[in-house]
């Protein structure tokens, strides 16, 4: 049988240790797939640092661990900015990250769709004009330089929905690109994550988890929140996903909280692996 495989994210350990010990807690607790948070004092994409990426190499390497993507902190920037300065701040952002990426062995680049304006929905359009010509900037960085872009919904974002992410990746020639569906992201614009998944299927390259209360936006501890697990463990299942799941949880005991999920996923009836 076909079976997922499980890693963590490190976003719950960014504002307290570097990210080489975050990565080396989650190696020693047995996870072999990891995402990596890029925002400061976590790790720094802006900063080249030859010795440091090294090191971090190192400690993926000497673990056998598999690094799926960088992500850069929504809260940092923002690719649909009536600004143009904001723009290029964000684009810069993201080519250093990649150049990061690179350096470090990464399979993919996360990248998001930039900030809606939640208050003036006519705005949305002219957004989307300048989120859609930064996308093609930092696509063609990714693509220069051999890391892929994976794109993430979010709910702030201009592509919030399994479907806004179906419209902008076919209308603008990026059918096959693939796609973090965050669970949590999707609940919090009330959006069912069992028909999210079922809808951006053939283009899931990532599943993140965690748990939210109804109507709030949270990345909390699974088991505490209102999402349903195990009617995704069950889509999972029945149409044998075999892609990655990552645990990306915000709490003041990360590695614990990230532990507890994995014993509580696998109560739900979800079945994986944390082989890389």
């Not at 240790?17 to 080396?24: D, G, I, P, S």
């Given at each position: 049988m076909t079976v997922p495989v499980l890693g963590a994210?490190?976003?719950g350990f960014a504002w307290d240790?570097?990210?080489?010990?975050?990565?080396?807690q989650l190696a020693n607790a047995g996870y072999r797939t990891v995402q990596l948070m890029a925002t400061p004092p976590h790790f720094d994409p802006w900063r080249q640092d030859a010795g440091r990426t090294r090191r971090i190499g190192a400690l993926i390497e000497r673990h056998g661990l598999s690094l799926l993507a960088l992500d850069l902190a929504s809260s940092d920037i923002n690719l649909a900015s009536p600004s143009a300065d904001v723009v290029d701040f964000a684009v810069e952002a993201y080519m250093s990250a990649i150049d990061r990426a690179a350096e470090l062995g990464a399979r993919w680049i996360c990248v998001g769709s930039g900030r809606r304006h939640a208050l003036l929905a006519k705005a949305n359009d002219r957004l989307m004009t300048s989120f859609r010509a930064a996308f093609a900037r930092i696509h063609d960085k990714a693509q220069r330089t051999g890391i892929p872009i994976i794109l993430e919904n979010h709910p702030q974002g201009l592509l919030a929905s399994a479907s806004d992410i179906v419209r902008f990746l076919d209308a603008e020639g990026y059918g096959d690109m693939p796609v973090i569906y965050d669970?949590?992201?999707?609940?919090?614009?009330?959006?069912?994550p069992v028909e999210g998944l079922?809808?951006?299927?053939?283009?899931?390259?990532?599943v993140h988890l965690s748990d939210s209360p109804k109507g709030q936006w949270r990345h909390d501890p699974i088991g505490t929140g209102d999402i349903d697990f195990a009617a995704i463990a069950a889509l999972l299942k029945q149409r044998s996903y075999g892609g990655r799941i990552v645990l990306e949880i915000l709490s003041d005991q990360p590695l614990a909280d990230l532990e507890t999920g994995t014993v509580r996923l696998k109560e739900q009836g979800l079945a994986f692996t944390l082989g890389s």
């Open positions: 994210h490190t976003f240790r570097v990210a080489e010990e975050a990565v080396a669970v949590a992201n999707a609940f919090a614009i009330g959006e069912d079922n809808s951006l299927w053939p283009r899931l390259g990532i």
